[in-house]
């Protein structure tokens, strides 16, 4: 855990970024006194996610692709 003042934070903050990004905490402080934590973003996962890994949960019935009633979609302005 890295502990900065207000001052220091505005001035240096580009130089703790790695240490951010690597899972370290900032506590801002103002006059010595903790008021906030600063903590870097999880990455963002990388490629494509498989189609249908999930399948396997749930089906649909061949219903499900029916066309929807006149009425209802009426109903919905469509």
């Not at 008021?35 to 903590?39: C, V």
């Given at each position: 855990m890295i502990r900065l003042n207000v001052h220091e934070a505005k001035t240096h903050l580009s130089r703790y970024l790695d240490q951010l990004e690597a899972g370290e905490?900032?506590?801002l402080c103002r006059r010595n006194q903790p008021?906030?934590?600063?903590?870097g973003l999880p990455k963002?996962?990388?490629g494509t996610r498989?189609?249908?890994q999930f399948a396997h949960l749930f089906s649909l019935p061949p219903s499900f692709f029916?066309?929807?009633?006149?009425d209802f979609l009426e109903e919905l302005g469509a």
């Open positions: 905490v900032i506590v008021i906030a934590e600063i903590r963002p996962q990388v498989p189609v249908g029916d066309p929807l009633p006149e």
